[in-house]
């Protein structure tokens, strides 16, 4: 055996590879994914102001890509509404060319802030920032099933009702093929033999007739380029990262399982260059394909995600007018289905929100008002994050207590200051003292309190200031290391000249 053949043997086998029903799992879930990626990425095209084509492609290159270079396995990337929103403005003004070098760009600046450390901030994300990203996602994913409902045949109802029965009712049989590729496999059979009227993936818009070829943007390479584009970059790169790391938190959660979210960050760069050279609109991670494919099909590995990306472009180049045949009701009744499962019932339950801290409650309630406002996860989550710091500066601000004892011999009064010293808090701590009536030696012990910023030593001078001004002497003792640190190279320096 060769070293390169003793190295192979000692590798771990992916599970899909070690076992066949992971494997018919993972494929299967795949092509489920596919089917329901095609109506999605053909409305954000349209979203984008693109031809259909320029997001289906960037669909099948996200997910083929991201396969080999995300940090987390399972979960889908591929053409969104997000993105659409960011580069609908630039490809309406500037046209096709500009998009895609936009995409380009901003994947650039994906890599640069994975490789700063930007995934690492996702540690300051609430949980209850998250739970209003889960279910305002839910009811996004739901409203988005709304055009298709309203003034359309009345045999779209019963489909849907049928679609949904299948897949809830099916896994209570056999889970050996997805619950929802059966139901949409005999809707398009009863469509297509019944010869019904009702809307179909066709209808959406029109499907590529051939592949994506690689080539660079049709832009003049100018500094005037750099400068149009580089707002959009930046925005695709913040909306992109914010969103695919949310969702891979989510699926962590789901899958009891971690994830590489640095390598999730420059892989969605990676991913984004690519398909912005295949002329492609750019993307993210999408959270109703990838619960469809997590928490719906079970799937669990990287082949999943491949094989979405691969199904996706065979189904549309390949077999376009079989696809076309697809009734919408079908899709719509996975979509539902995807949207219940991913609310978070839990969260508004009456016991639940009886013994939940009302600030809790509230910036849930904020960041789902925010995402469904908008449309936008990535808005939606920064407003929770800046609510939930206001709240929790609120609540700390109050956590500081001053005690305070007169020495036995009368002579000097000693202060004992317990919590957290920051802006919020050391606003009132000037007033805690009795100036006037203290005797000529004061003593603040800080043992059991923390400096964390510039608002608190000054506060402390503003203290000494005022014992000083009545011809009286304050010893603060106590400090721990870093407060003693911050304290001796900012106190009395922070004045006015």
């Given at each position: 055996m060769s070293s390169s053949q003793a190295v192979a043997s000692r590798l771990p086998r992916p599970p899909w590879l070690a076992s066949p029903k992971v494997f018919r799992t993972e494929v299967l879930a795949g092509l489920v994914v596919a089917?329901?990626?095609?109506?999605?990425?053909?409305?954000?095209?349209?979203?984008?102001?693109?031809?259909?084509?320029?997001?289906?492609?960037?669909?099948?290159?996200?997910?083929?890509?991201?396969?080999?270079?995300?940090?987390?396995?399972?979960?889908?990337?591929?053409?969104?509404?997000?993105?659409?929103?960011?580069?609908?403005?630039?490809?309406?003004?500037?046209?096709?060319?500009?998009?895609?070098?936009?995409?380009?760009?901003?994947?650039?600046?994906?890599?640069?802030?994975?490789?700063?450390?930007?995934?690492?901030?996702?540690?300051?994300?609430?949980?209850?920032?998250?739970?209003?990203?889960?279910?305002?996602?839910?009811?996004?994913?739901?409203?988005?099933?709304?055009?298709?409902?309203?003034?359309?045949?009345?045999?779209?109802?019963?489909?849907?009702?049928?679609?949904?029965?299948?897949?809830?009712?099916?896994?209570?049989?056999?889970?050996?093929?997805?619950?929802?590729l059966v139901a949409i496999v005999v809707l398009t059979a009863v469509t297509v033999a019944a010869g019904l009227a009702v809307p179909t993936v066709g209808d959406e818009g029109a499907l590529p007739e051939s592949l994506p070829m690689f080539g660079l943007p049709d832009v003049p390479y100018t500094l005037d380029t750099l400068k149009l584009?580089?707002?959009?970059?930046?925005?695709?790169?913040?909306?992109?990262?914010?969103?695919?790391?949310?969702?891979?938190k989510l699926v962590d959660d789901i899958t009891d399982t971690p994830s590489n979210k640095t390598r999730e960050s420059w892989g969605q760069g990676v991913a984004n260059i690519v398909t912005g050279f295949f002329g492609g609109m750019g993307g993210c991670a999408m959270i109703g394909q990838t619960m469809i494919n997590v928490k719906v099909s079970g799937a669990r590995t990287r082949l999943s995600t491949f094989t979405a990306g691969v199904f996706l472009l065979f189904l549309?180049?390949?077999?376009?007018?079989?696809?076309?045949?697809i009734p919408m009701a079908a899709l719509v009744a996975v979509m539902i289905m995807v949207s219940v499962s991913t609310f978070d019932w839990h969260s508004i339950a009456p016991a639940t929100l009886r013994r939940m801290p009302v600030g809790e409650t509230v910036v849930?309630?904020?960041?789902?008002?925010?995402?469904?406002?908008?449309?936008?996860?990535?808005?939606?989550?920064?407003?929770?994050?800046?609510?939930?710091?206001?709240?929790?500066?609120?609540?700390?601000?109050?956590?500081?207590?001053?005690?305070?004892?007169?020495?036995?011999?009368g002579g000097t009064r000693i202060y004992s200051v317990q919590g957290e010293l920051f802006f919020a808090s050391s606003n009132d701590l000037v007033h805690q003292f009795d100036y006037p009536g203290d005797p000529d030696r004061v003593i603040i012990d800080l043992t059991r309190a923390h400096i964390w910023d510039a608002s608190s030593v000054a506060a402390l001078d503003a203290v000494t200031t005022k014992y000083a001004s009545r011809g009286k002497t304050v010893e603060i003792i106590g400090l721990n290391q870093p407060s003693a640190r911050l304290h001796g190279t900012l106190a009395g320096r922070l004045g006015s000249d």
């Open positions: 089917l329901a990626l095609i109506p999605e990425a053909i409305s954000f095209s349209i979203l984008a102001g693109v031809d259909p084509q320029v997001g289906l492609f960037a669909s099948f290159t996200m997910a083929v890509v991201i396969a080999f270079c995300g940090g987390r396995p399972a979960m889908i990337s591929a053409a969104t509404g997000a993105i659409a929103l960011v580069v609908a403005p630039l490809a309406k003004e500037h046209g096709l060319g500009f998009l895609v070098a936009a995409v380009i760009l901003g994947g650039l600046i994906q890599i640069v802030l994975a490789l700063v450390g930007v995934a690492k901030l996702m540690r300051f994300i609430p949980r209850s920032v998250m739970v209003g990203f889960v279910n305002s996602l839910a009811i996004l994913v739901f409203m988005a099933q709304l055009p298709h409902l309203i003034g359309v045949p009345w045999l779209v109802y019963p489909m849907v009702a049928v679609a949904l029965a299948i897949i809830v009712g099916l896994p209570r049989l056999t889970a050996a093929v997805p619950a929802p584009i580089a707002p959009y970059a930046l925005g695709i790169a913040l909306v992109g990262l914010m969103e695919s790391l949310m969702t891979a549309v180049v390949a077999l376009g007018d079989i696809v076309a045949l849930m309630v904020v960041t789902v008002a925010a995402v469904v406002a908008t449309g936008n996860l990535a808005i939606g989550v920064v407003i929770g994050v800046l609510t939930a710091m206001v709240i929790f500066a609120r609540r700390v601000a109050h956590l500081v207590e001053v005690t305070s004892v007169l020495d036995p011999d």
